[in-house]
T-cell receptor, first 114, second 112 residues
Framework: NAGVTQTPKFRVLKTGQSMTLLCAQD?????MYWYRQDPGMGLRLIHYSVGEGTTAKGEVPDGYNVSRLKKQNFLLGLESAAPSQTSVYFC?????????????FGPGTRLTVT | TQLLEQSPQFLSIQEGENLTVYCNSSSVFSSLQWYRQEPGEGPVLLVT?????EVKKLKRLTFQFGDARKDSSLHITAAQPGDTGLYLCAGAGVTGRRALTFGSGTRLQVQP
């Protein structure tokens, strides 16, 4: 039981390049989330999903897209990376809405955009 | 503008000291969670408080949810170096939001 895993762990991109971050969970959770964490800002929600085939915008969705084709996977895409997207990205999942149940977090992806 | 304000932002204390971390908001939450995050890892849930005035204890950690469900505190007794980390509060149930709202965090360093 691996919990929540994220790929890759580190990445450096040049401005304008694209990439996809992969999140996988093996707990059969319905809800999945993508956050970014910046110094002094805590965790800010980018997008989330309430089930396979669904996605919704969070607090800071601009510049990102997501897909949830399979229940266990949640992909975060950057189509044209910008230096402002330099951050640590965390994926999380929960059995039910985050306010009722624990959110389980992955180890994070550190992204640098130059 | 942060919905949840945590204070202090940074705290460096000696082993054995007591400390309190605060999480405040002008919004009412249906529940509030506290997470601890260690360097290079994702946050891990410590506790969830649901009822106004609720107090929960986890060994040397005491969590309290304000009567009006707008604020919370975390008190650590006799801090140890293993308590070092980033403490995050997260509120749930804000109107129009289907996910948790996180505070900016309190970074705690406990010196041996």
């Amino acid at each position: 039981n691996a919990g929540v895993t994220q790929t890759p762990k580190f990445r450096v991109l040049k401005t304008g390049q694209s990439m996809t971050l992969l999140c996988a969970q093996d707990m059969n959770h319905e809800y999945m989330y993508w956050y970014r964490q910046d110094p002094g800002m805590g965790l800010r929600l980018i997008h989330y999903s309430v089930g396979e085939g669904t996605t919704a915008k969070g607090e800071v969705p601009d510049g990102y897209n997501v897909s949830r084709l399979k229940k266990q996977n949640f992909l975060l895409g950057l189509e044209s990376a910008a230096p402002s997207q330099t951050s640590v990205y965390f994926c999380a999942s929960s059995y039910a809405p985050g306010w009722a149940y624990e959110q389980y977090f992955g180890p994070g992806t550190r992204l640098t955009v130059t | 503008t942060q919905l949840l304000e945590q204070s202090p932002q940074f705290l460096s204390i000696q082993e054995g000291e007591n400390l309190t971390v605060y999480c405040n908001s002008s919004s009412v939450f249906s529940s509030l969670q506290w997470y601890r995050q260690e360097p290079g890892e994702g946050p891990v849930l410590l506790v969830t408080v649901v009822t106004g005035g609720e107090v929960k204890k986890l060994k040397r950690l005491t969590f309290q949810f304000g009567d009006a469900r707008k604020d919370s505190s975390l008190h650590i007794t006799a801090a140890q170096p293993g308590d070092t980390g980033l403490y995050l509060c997260a509120g749930a149930g804000v109107t129009g939001r289907r996910a948790l709202t996180f505070g900016s965090g309190t970074r705690l360093q406990v010196q041996p």
